[in-house]
C-alpha cells in the first residue's frame, strides 16, 4: 500500500514537471512578441510572459487537482538558480572582469541586456527564467488550493432517464 501511493506521488510530481514545462514553452512563444516593451529593463530577466503562464498553469491544474505537491515545485528553481550562481562564482576572476564578483553575478543573472551582454544573457534564460516560472507555478497552484468549493469547476453528471 504504501510503495503504490509513493509511485503515486512521484506520477503526479512528474506530471507537474511536464505541465511546468509545457507553460515554459507556450511563454516562450509569447514571450517573443511582448518582450520589446521591457527589454531594456531589469523585469526582462524574470520573462514575464513565461512566469504568468506558469502561474496560470498552477492556477488551472490545482484547482480542480488540489495537489499539495505542486507548492513546492519552486524549490527546483531555486536549487537550480542557486547552482549557477554558485558555479559561475567558483569561475570569476579579477583579472578578466570589470566589476566585482557580485556585481558580475546580478548582472549575469538579473541584469538588463546590456548588462550581461557578454554572456548573450544566458544565465538569465538557462536559470533565472525557469527559477521565476518555477516560482510562479506554486503560487497559482497555492491560489488554486485557496479557491472556494462554489467556484471550482463542477463535474458533469449524466443523468439516465
Same mark, same amino acid.
Given at each position: 500500500?504504501?510503495? /503504490?501511493?509513493?509511485?503515486?506521488? !512521484?506520477?503526479?510530481?512528474?506530471?507537474? #514537471?511536464?505541465?511546468? +514545462?509545457?507553460?515554459? +514553452? %507556450? +511563454?516562450?512563444?509569447? /514571450? !517573443?512578441?511582448?518582450?520589446?516593451?521591457?527589454?531594456?529593463?531589469?523585469?526582462?530577466?524574470?520573462s514575464?510572459? =513565461?512566469?504568468?503562464?506558469?502561474? &496560470?498553469?498552477? #492556477?488551472?491544474?490545482?484547482?480542480?487537482? $488540489?495537489?499539495?505537491?505542486?507548492?513546492? =515545485?519552486? %524549490?527546483?528553481?531555486? #536549487? @537550480? &538558480?542557486?547552482?549557477?550562481?554558485w558555479?559561475?562564482?567558483? @569561475?570569476?576572476?579579477?583579472? @578578466?572582469?570589470?566589476? *566585482?564578483?557580485?556585481?558580475?553575478?546580478?548582472?549575469?543573472?538579473?541584469?538588463?541586456?546590456?548588462?550581461?551582454?557578454?554572456? /548573450?544573457? =544566458?544565465? /538569465?534564460?538557462?536559470?533565472?527564467?525557469?527559477?521565476?516560472?518555477?516560482?510562479?507555478? *506554486?503560487? +497559482?497552484?497555492?491560489?488554486?488550493?485557496?479557491?472556494?468549493?462554489?467556484?471550482?469547476?463542477? $463535474?458533469?453528471?449524466?443523468?439516465t432517464?
Amino acid at each position: 500500500m504504501a510503495a /503504490e501511493r509513493w509511485w503515486h506521488s !512521484v506520477a503526479i510530481g512528474l506530471l507537474h #514537471l511536464i505541465l511546468f +514545462g509545457f507553460a515554459f +514553452g %507556450i +511563454g516562450f512563444v509569447l /514571450e !517573443v512578441f511582448v518582450s520589446r516593451y521591457y527589454q531594456d529593463s531589469h523585469l526582462a530577466a524574470f520573462s514575464p510572459c =513565461i512566469a504568468a503562464t506558469a502561474f &496560470l498553469m498552477g #492556477l488551472l491544474v490545482n484547482r480542480t487537482r $488540489k495537489d499539495r505537491g505542486a507548492l513546492f =515545485i519552486w %524549490i527546483a528553481g531555486v #536549487l @537550480w &538558480l542557486a547552482f549557477a550562481i554558485w558555479d559561475e562564482g567558483r @569561475w570569476w576572476e579579477y583579472s @578578466w572582469s570589470h566589476e *566585482s564578483k557580485t556585481q558580475y553575478l546580478i548582472h549575469m543573472f538579473f541584469g538588463t541586456a546590456q548588462q550581461c551582454s557578454a554572456s /548573450e544573457c =544566458i544565465g /538569465e534564460l538557462l536559470f533565472t527564467t525557469p527559477c521565476a516560472a518555477a516560482i510562479a507555478y *506554486s503560487i +497559482g497552484a497555492a491560489v488554486g488550493l485557496m479557491i472556494p468549493a462554489w467556484l471550482r469547476p463542477r $463535474k458533469q453528471t449524466q443523468s439516465t432517464s
